[in-house]
């Protein structure tokens, strides 16, 4: 493969395991040469791996862990998903990451203050519920039919649910990521707008979890539009439904 293919670090949402990439990873198998290759950013406190003694402390592991990955003659592209996006523009809004650009995927941003989820997270007997239907079968089978817009195999969905079960820094997510983070972000970047450069944000056109109005929301925060683009056969995981049609979109972004 040439040194100049471009590199993607993959930031996933709350319980990401690698078994979500599994169908991006095929994608990229296939073709006799790969547009991009694609590494994935390992945060503290999931699949098993300690956790970080404070959010400080997980943007900072973070942040280093992408600068180990990070090898090549350019700054790599950075995809993020989901919370992935708010950890991502946080960093840039501390001064980290500045020379990579960005791509975000229905990323959960200003929406967060709004939403009742993670107001309800907050409590600790609401995450022990969360955590046990998780665990039940007959909940998983509702949520892939649901959420997922192509079948996915028994073996991926057990995957998919144990990346939550093994995932300890969720709970601390609904404590570290607060409406006064975002309060904490809309002073900093008002303070450097240049900070929000470079960044396009790739939504999916069936993405009824996180619609274009959250973003919306985010960018009159911010005082600031972002490039986007919009695919119609995009659900929410793109990553598992519509692989093919990923690679496509991500290797646009990053091939000059």
């Known amino acids: 493969m040439p040194l100049t293919t471009p590199l993607v670090l993959f930031m996933g949402g709350n319980g990401h395991?690698?078994?979500?990439?599994?169908?991006?990873?095929?994608?990229?198998?296939?073709?006799?040469?790969?547009?991009?290759?694609?590494?994935?950013?390992?945060?503290?406190?999931?699949?098993?791996?300690?956790?970080a003694d404070s959010f400080d402390g997980f943007l900072d592991a973070t942040a280093d862990h992408i600068a180990a990955l990070d090898d090549g003659p350019t700054p790599a592209w950075i995809h993020a998903?989901?919370?992935?996006?708010?950890?991502?523009?946080?960093?840039?809004?501390?001064?980290r990451l500045l020379d990579h650009p960005m791509m975000f995927q229905a990323p959960v941003l200003w929406g967060l203050e709004n939403r009742r989820f993670p107001k309800l997270m907050r409590f600790g007997p609401a995450r022990a519920t969360l955590q046990w239907l998780f665990a039940q079968g007959a909940f998983q089978r509702w949520f892939v039919r649901r959420q997922f817009e192509t079948p996915?195999?028994?073996?991926?969905?057990?995957?998919?649910?144990?990346?939550?079960?093994?995932?300890?820094?969720?709970?601390?997510?609904?404590?570290?990521?607060?409406?006064?983070?975002?309060?904490?972000?809309?002073?900093?970047?008002?303070?450097?707008?240049?900070?929000?450069?470079?960044?396009?944000?790739?939504?999916?056109?069936?993405?009824?979890?996180?619609?274009?109005?959250?973003?919306?929301?985010?960018?009159?925060?911010?005082?600031?539009?972002?490039?986007?683009?919009?695919?119609?056969?995009?659900?929410?995981?793109?990553?598992?439904?519509?692989p093919q049609s990923w690679v496509k979109a991500v290797a646009n972004e990053v091939t000059p």
Do not use: N
């Not at 991006?24 to 503290?44: C, G």
């Not at 998903?81 to 001064?95: E, H, K, V």
């Open 152 to 242: 996915i195999s028994d073996t991926m969905r057990t995957a998919f649910f144990e990346g939550y079960a093994q995932c300890s820094a969720m709970a601390d997510f609904f404590t570290w990521l607060t409406p006064g983070l975002l309060r904490q972000l809309e002073e900093a970047f008002a303070k450097h707008p240049e900070r929000l450069d470079k960044i396009v944000m790739l939504w999916g056109g069936q993405d009824a979890v996180v619609t274009l109005e959250e973003l919306q929301i985010s960018e009159r925060a911010l005082g600031h539009q972002f490039e986007r683009r919009t695919f119609d056969d995009w659900g929410h995981y793109p990553l598992i439904d519509a």
């Open 81 to 95: 998903t989901g919370i992935g996006g708010l950890l991502a523009l946080t960093l840039r809004a501390r001064g």
């Open 17 to 51: 395991c690698t078994a979500r990439l599994e169908r991006i990873r095929d994608a990229l198998d296939t073709q006799t040469q790969p547009p991009f290759v694609l590494r994935e950013v390992h945060y503290p406190g999931f699949e098993g791996r300690p956790k």
